[in-house]
């Protein structure tokens, strides 16, 4: 891993994130970090334009539209792309991040016009699109520029769907202690797919797999799975 543009704020603090286990599948989640917190202040000049472009795979995040010197890198980073290689915006909606609703949705399909693989889950799509149907997503996007939608079910699977054909993943029971981080480790297992050109039910299922292992961890990064625990579990499941 290149961790040559990781950079360190040295006048704020990292912000922390505390979340109230009183329902394990949607906790409740508390911010504590300041307006210009060091996520907010990343100048387009400290990351390569070339190095922008050139990626197989570049993921954004519409939270990180909503303030900033960062918002206004991504969007240049995205005109950048032009719709080069596969551009993920992964619809993830922080309510505290907004000012409203509305502005969350007009600078999220902005970025959507720049974005060729879109993926949320219900609630998220419906902020960004005011849809929750996943057919009805993926009618109106797929055919333009974007080439995969991925709308996540919760504990009714993922639904996947590209120009070709479209289906839903199976959620995989696991006694869920906490959510948090399981979007995160279906995005990494999502990516490592769209690397390698996995079909897209091979897609749906690792990521399905690789979220379902940390919700059934209390931790978020240190409950990320291995591949071959990913594997693993995928192999049982489909067995």
Same mark, same amino acid.
């Given at each position: ?17 505390f979340a109230a286990m009183d329902d394990p599948y ?17 100048? /387009? *000049?400290?990351?390569?334009?070339? =190095?922008? !472009?050139?990626? $197989? #795979? ?49 600078v999220t399909m902005k970025a959507i016009e720049s ?45 996947? /769907? *590209?120009?070709?054909?479209?289906? =839903?993943? !199976?959620?995989? $029971? #696991? ?65």
């Open positions: 891993v290149d961790t040559s543009y990781v950079g360190i704020d040295e006048s704020q603090f990292s912000p922390a994130v949607n906790p409740t989640i508390f911010f504590n970090r300041p307006q210009n917190a060091p996520d907010t202040k990343i100048l /387009a *000049n400290q990351v390569s334009e070339q =190095v922008i !472009k050139s990626a $197989k #795979v570049f993921w954004a995040s519409a939270c990180a539209l909503a303030t900033g010197e960062t918002a206004k890198s991504i969007q240049g980073w995205l005109l950048a792309r032009n719709l080069q290689g596969q551009t993920v915006l992964d619809l993830d909606y922080r309510p505290t991040f907004w000012q409203s609703e509305s502005m969350a949705r007009t974005s060729n693989i879109l993926v949320g889950n219900r609630k998220e799509f419906e902020v960004a699109t005011g849809l929750t149907d996943p057919d009805q997503i993926s009618k109106k996007f797929l055919g333009k520029q974007v080439s995969l939608v991925i709308v996540k079910l919760g504990e009714n699977g993922v639904y996947i /769907a *590209n120009k070709e054909t479209n289906l =839903v993943v !199976k959620p995989i $029971k #696991v006694d869920v202690r906490c959510g948090l981080g399981a979007g995160d480790a279906f995005g990494g297992m999502l990516v490592h797919g769209l690397i390698r050109s996995w079909d897209i039910e091979k897609i749906g299922n690792y990521a399905n797999a690789s979220g379902a292992i940390v919700a059934s961890r209390l931790l978020c990064s240190d409950a990320m799975p291995s591949f071959d625990e990913v594997q693993g579990l995928v192999s049982g499941v489909l067995s």
